[in-house]
């Protein structure tokens, strides 16, 4: 089973396993991290699912679509490597990736 690596709002860093074929924001949720609301469900509608990808994974997760774009404009902590987690795609391609919650608009 394929390994993400979470950092919350803390800072604390936490490795976790999730089944190929979830978003990486199920696998987030699906391990108890709260902090990550996932409020539309996976919709992308929401933008409470909100991670900055650790520079190393970022040309391997490749950037957002024009939608999730959209909805990521709405946050004050945008960056380059913002990304929606439920639009992520996990599998053992991404093993190992890191991924950090951001901070809540
Ligand atoms: S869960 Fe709502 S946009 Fe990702």
Do not use: Y
């Not at 919709?43 to 939608?67: N, Q, R």
């Not at 639009?87 to 990736?97: A, H, K, R, T």
């Amino acid at each position: 089973m394929p390994q993400l690596i979470v950092v919350d709002r803390k800072g604390n860093e936490r490795t976790v396993s999730g089944d190929s074929g979830l978003s990486v924001m199920e696998v987030i949720r699906d391990n108890g991290f709260d902090e990550l609301l996932a409020l539309c469900g996976g919709c992308c509608s929401c933008a409470t699912c909100h991670v900055h990808v650790d520079d190393a994974w970022v040309a391997k997760v490749g950037g957002p679509t024009e939608d999730e774009s959209d909805l990521l404009d709405s946050s004050d902590f945008r960056q380059d490597n913002s990304r929606l987690s439920c639009q992520i795609g996990f599998s053992d391609e991404l093993d190992g990736l890191k991924v950090t919650i951001a901070p809540e608009d």
